[in-house]
Every structure is written in structure tokens, then in C-alpha cells.
């Protein structure tokens, strides 16, 4: 099952560091993805595993801060639980900082069953 998050926008200083994105949950999480929007469709810019750690929104056309502007970026993260039958409570927060500041946290919360896959587009400025 997927579930979307509302889009969001956040503003980047472009001469600061590259920002990083983490993922935190009660639940495990089998993989996310940050994707960036091009010409030539989305490009995948992380492909990481795992959650509680910063990973740098780093790849493809972001080599810097002063990349993001203007352009628009895709995550997902699928969460699974030990049962198919029975809903439990997922707990997600999802934080992109840059240079010690947070520039947005996402928070949700609903019951599942066995995994879902959670997205939001997310539109610099």
C-alpha cells in the first residue's frame, strides 16, 4: 500500500552545506529514496538503507546546496511490520536539515499491516 504525504516546500541556503535527510520510526524500514525532478524525468539522487542516520541529499545534478533551488525532489521509505492481519501503530518523522537547522520535519502517524510505502514531494525555492 502507498501513502502520500502533503507536498511540502523548504527553502535551502545556497552557501551552506549540502542538507541531509534522516528517517525515524517504531517500525523497521526495508529502504528510501530521494529522486530529483529533471528534464529528462527523475533521477535518483539516494538509495540508502536503514534509519536514525543523516544521509546527504547528495547525486546525479546535486553536487551543492546552490543545486536545489528551484527544483523539485520525491522521497519514499517503505516500513513493514511482523504481521499481515493485525494494524499496528506506525510512528514516522523525517528531518531535512542543513548546517545544523532544520529545514523540515514531517511527522505521522497510522496503523498498518505488513508494509507500506510512504512519499511526499518536497519543492525548493
Request: glycine content about 6%; hydrophobic content about 40%.
Amino acid at each position: 500500500m502507498n501513502y502520500r504525504l502533503a507536498d511540502k516546500d523548504l527553502t535551502v541556503n545556497p552557501a551552506g552545506s549540502i542538507p541531509t535527510i534522516e528517517f525515524n520510526s517504531n517500525l523497521s524500514s526495508t529502504h528510501f529514496h530521494v529522486q530529483v525532478q529533471t528534464a529528462n524525468g527523475w533521477q535518483m539522487v539516494v538509495d540508502s538503507v536503514g534509519l536514525g542516520h543523516a544521509v546527504a541529499i547528495k547525486g546525479g545534478p546535486i553536487n551543492s546546496a546552490a543545486d536545489f533551488a528551484t527544483k523539485r525532489f520525491f522521497w519514499d521509505l517503505t516500513l513493514a511490520t511482523d504481521s499481515e492481519t493485525d494494524p499496528i501503530e506506525a510512528v514516522l518523522e523525517m528531518v531535512i536539515e542543513q548546517d545544523g537547522n532544520t529545514l523540515l520535519r514531517v511527522d505521522d502517524d497510522h496503523s498498518i499491516t505488513g508494509q507500506e510505502s510512504y512519499y511526499e514531494y518536497v519543492n525548493c525555492k
